[in-house]
């Protein structure tokens, strides 16, 4: 079982024609269920800023606006992500084996992605990089 989990929240969009990256949150989780709180708890942040409820919000009037049919739905789908259960599940079953989940929806402009992986993981990968170099030989 792996202990610890490295999370990430990131959005990607393109300025001069070159993808760039905006950090949106880090989090180091001690354990795997606040890793899944985490993921969820951003999922449904994004979400919220994209598609805030006009109810809820204290926004002047006019300022929401719909967007063309054509656009994905981004807050729908993490929406969606977040209260899937058997998508929980999943998610908590590759992390536990210590393997890499991306989670990544995109609307016309922008791709959202959520990342998280093991701490352990995360060593062992550095250690195996590393590994060819300590043993070759110098000429």
Known sequence: MHD?????VTAYGTCDGRRIGV????????TLALALWWLRDRASWIAE?????????NLPTGVLVPVADTV?????????????VGQQGLVAEELAGGRLVRIATRDDTTEYEL??????ALRMQRM???????IVPVA
């Open 4 to 8: 610890e989990f490295l999370c990430h």
């Open 23 to 30: 950090p949106l949150g880090t989090y180091r989780a001690p």
């Open 49 to 57: 800023r994209l598609d805030p409820s006009p109810e809820t919000s």
């Open 72 to 84: 994905p739905d981004v807050p729908a789908k993490l929406r969606a992500w977040c209260a899937d």
């Open 115 to 120: 990342l998280a992986e093991s701490v352990d």
């Open 128 to 134: 195996h990089r590393t590994l060819p170099a300590l």
